[in-house]
Every structure is written in structure tokens, then in C-alpha cells.
């Protein structure tokens, strides 16, 4: 059976409110000896005593529990180094704090703001926004502290929000293809992506960069098998180059056109997103953009523990509005100079 505070207490000779005070903390006006409680922890230790952290939470009104919501999430599936990163930013944050985190499915099942906030977490950090009426609903009635991650900036008005700076990341790949000759470009994503705050941000972005150095810059809304790249095989080929939404797509860009025989990037250039370990592992090894996603989800992580603690005199300093990071591109293996033969249409 599992010993309780009364066992601890019996064992000790002294109160329960006394080895309340020594083991959890409470009873803050009992006051107990050093040598009392030393005798107490060591009573505990022999009765194998663990403290109920379930009835410790209903006198302090906190679960040392963080809710990360992945929007539309149902299984890690074939991208698995952006969630490492992102879930290694969190941990490192909160683990030194003794707070768990818990996977949220409450949006996907369409559970809304009543079950986020029905007292099982101290705060959320909502990722990979999708921004459409049930999800708005759910921020507008939300009763917790709230950090945004991968939200385009202006978009998530009065909430911190801590995400990649799409546009001059779309920037850098456009630059650079523009740079090696390339004047047809398309965007690579999946349909429902496309649907995604950042997957919305990261096209608007990349068709604002090509009309900027005014070549042909078109949207793809393409699945991970990627049959419309046989279009690609033969000399009129619509696009010299591909940019990816995620690393992830561009490897299956890869890995298509290696079985139709396009040559990457002697026949057709490919640029991921994310710039993971992934890219070395690649053949050719993936140019992608370097976005910091360990950093970004530890900062946003460390705010949202600084909103849960604060006191109303502080929490007023704390920023409520977006934090961009600045994206590099890493330049590998995978594009080249347009190949002068396949003149396209």
C-alpha cells in the first residue's frame, strides 16, 4: 500500500503539518528543525513515500504540464528531423524547470479552447497554425498562457509568436537560383500544407521573390510522390528548379527523379527547407535554407514559462508580439546553372 503523509508523520513522531511543510512544501506558518527535518525525509525515504502530485496540483492550481498543440498532427510519419529539433528546443527548456510536456490532439479532434483549458495544462504552445475559424475561436476564448510557434508575423495579433523569417529566407533561394541563370521556378508543397499559416506565408513569400527579380515563379501543389515530376523528363521540362517546402519533400523530389532519370542537378535544380542532417545523407547532398528550429522552439518555450510565472507587475514586460529569426541558406550539392538544352515552354 502507498505510504501517506499520516505514515511519514506516525513514523516521525511530529504532525502532519509538519511533514507537509518538509516533503511538499505547504503549511508555510508550521515551523520545523533542521533535526526534525532531517528525521522526516528520512522516515519518508524508508516508506518509500512519493508525494501525490495530483493533490498537489488542486492546492496550487498548477500540473507543471505544458500542452504543445501540433495542428493536424496524427503520426511524426516521414518527417521526423523537424520534430526532433523542435521537441529537443522544448525539452531542454522545460525539463530543467520540472515541467513535462504532453502532445496535444485537441485541435485535430476538434476538441477546441474548452478542452485545452480544462485545467490539465499551465500553458500551450500552439504550432504549425493553420489560422482558419475553428482555430481563431479557440485563441480568441483561450483562459491560459499562450506562445505561437511558426506563426506569420502580424497574424497572431497579442500573442507571443516565434518563427522563421519566410520572406527573406524565400529571398535567399530565389537570389540564388536567379544568380546560377534559372528564370522558371517552382514552389513544391502539399495541398494540405498549403492551407497552413506557414505554408501560406512561405508561398506568398517565394511568389513576391520571383516577381521581385521578375522570373516565372509558380505554386505546386504536389504530393510526397511527386507524379507530375515525369512532366520533368524530357527537354521542355516546366521549371529548372524546384523549392521545396520542408527538406523532407525535397528528398522525395530527389529520389523521383533519380527513378525517371532527371539529373540533379545537371537536368533540374532542388532546394529544401529546414537544412536537417537529412541534407548530407541526400545524393546529391540537399542546398536547403537553414532554418534555426531548436533555438526558435526554446525561446518560445522559456516566454511561455516566464508568462506562467509572472506576477501582474511583470507581466506587462513581456513581449506580445512576433520574434522573426534570419534564415541562411546552406549551399550543397543540388543546384547548378540551368541546363542550356532543356529550353522548357
Not at 83 to 97: E, K, N, R, V
Not at 140 to 159: S, W, Y
Not at 229 to 247: I, K
Request: glycine share 8%; proline share 4%.
Amino acid at each position: 500500500m502507498r505510504a501517506t503523509l499520516r505514515d511519514v508523520a506516525q513514523a516521525s513522531g511530529v504532525s502532519v503539518m509538519s511533514v507537509c511543510a518538509v516533503l511538499t512544501g505547504g503549511g508555510r506558518n508550521v515551523k520545523v528543525s533542521d533535526e526534525k527535518a532531517k528525521l522526516i525525509r528520512e522516515k519518508a525515504k524508508e516508506l518509500h513515500y512519493e508525494p501525490n502530485l495530483q493533490a498537489r496540483g488542486l492546492r496550487t492550481s498548477k500540473t507543471d504540464t505544458i500542452g504543445v498543440v501540433l495542428q493536424h498532427l496524427t503520426s511524426f510519419g516521414e518527417e521526423p528531423y523537424y520534430y526532433q529539433q523542435l521537441l529537443d528546443g522544448i525539452m531542454t527548456a522545460l525539463f530543467p524547470q520540472g515541467y513535462t510536456l504532453a502532445l496535444s490532439p485537441m485541435l485535430v479532434q476538434g476538441g477546441g479552447a474548452p478542452r485545452i483549458s480544462n485545467g490539465r495544462f499551465d500553458g500551450v504552445l500552439w504550432c504549425c497554425q493553420d489560422f482558419q475559424e475553428t482555430s481563431i475561436e479557440t485563441t480568441r476564448n483561450l483562459r491560459m498562457p499562450l506562445v505561437m510557434v511558426h506563426a506569420p508575423k502580424d497574424v497572431a495579433l497579442g500573442v507571443p509568436n516565434f518563427a522563421a523569417d519566410n520572406e527573406s529566407a524565400m529571398e535567399r533561394i530565389v537570389d540564388h537560383l536567379v544568380g546560377m541563370g534559372h528564370e522558371r521556378i517552382g514552389f513544391v508543397v502539399k495541398p494540405h500544407v498549403s492551407q497552413s499559416a506557414e505554408g501560406k506565408a512561405r508561398m506568398s513569400a517565394f511568389l513576391k521573390a520571383a516577381e521581385g527579380h521578375r522570373v516565372l515563379g509558380e505554386v505546386l501543389l504536389w504530393e510526397y510522390e511527386a507524379e507530375e515530376l515525369a512532366n520533368y523528363a524530357s527537354n521542355a521540362a516546366p521549371h529548372t528548379a524546384l523549392a521545396a517546402y520542408n527538406d523532407v519533400h525535397a528528398g522525395h523530389l530527389l529520389s523521383r527523379a533519380m527513378e525517371l532519370g532527371i539529373r540533379v542537378p545537371d537536368d533540374l535544380s532542388v532546394v529544401g527547407f529546414d537544412s536537417s542532417n537529412f541534407c548530407e545523407r541526400t545524393q546529391p547532398r540537399l542546398t536547403s535554407v537553414h532554418q534555426p528550429i531548436e533555438r526558435i522552439a526554446h525561446e518560445a518555450t522559456e516566454c511561455l514559462l516566464r508568462l506562467i510565472n509572472a506576477d501582474r507587475a511583470t507581466i506587462s514586460e513581456i513581449r506580445r508580439d512576433s520574434t522573426l529569426y534570419d534564415c541562411q541558406l546552406d549551399i550543397r550539392d543540388s543546384t547548378a546553372a540551368p541546363n542550356p538544352h532543356r529550353r522548357g515552354h
